[in-house]
């Protein structure tokens, strides 16, 4: 057997831009919004998780897949503590709501039928996404997936 040349058949990436996360961002939360709709949620709940979820990256300054549970902890412990109970509470499930939909997108983008089928088939490449919002939340980051 002889040594041949090959070459990588990987598409090479251009750096992301801000311009390019912030498309991300915005298609990212367009497809929560039409994932809640298609679930046959109100157009009042839906805009209201989409309003909460604004004011959460308005103060965190980065996008939401990025927050750690320190940063939710800081969020929650420290700027809403004064804030309505009612408030914090459909703010958490916002988030938490939107980090199941983050959860279900990565596992669409990487192909597989979630964590426990990965185990079953002895996959090693794809690793189960970590917890991002400590506890047993929910909470997962989309970064591990792209």
């Known amino acids: 057997m002889a040594l041949a ?36 949620l109100s157009d009042g709940t839906i805009s209201s998780d989409v309003v909460h979820l604004e004011q959460v990256r308005a103060w965190f300054g980065r996008p939401l897949w990025e927050m750690e549970p320190a940063d939710a902890d800081a969020y929650f412990g ?17 988030i938490k709501t939107f980090f199941l939909f983050l959860e279900f997108l990565c596992t669409l983008q990487a192909g597989c039928r979630g964590d426990q089928s990965l185990r079953e088939e002895g996959a090693s490449e794809v690793q189960p996404m970590p917890d991002r919002l400590g506890g047993s939340g929910p909470g997962r980051s989309i970064r591990t997936a792209l």
């Open 5 to 40: 040349v090959v070459r990588d058949l990987r598409v090479a990436r251009a750096p992301v831009t801000p311009e390019d996360l912030e498309a991300l961002e915005t298609d990212v939360l367009a497809g929560f919004v039409l994932a809640r709709a298609a679930a046959g």
């Open 78 to 94: 420290k700027v809403l503590r004064v804030t309505a109970k009612g408030t914090r509470l459909a703010r958490a499930q916002a």
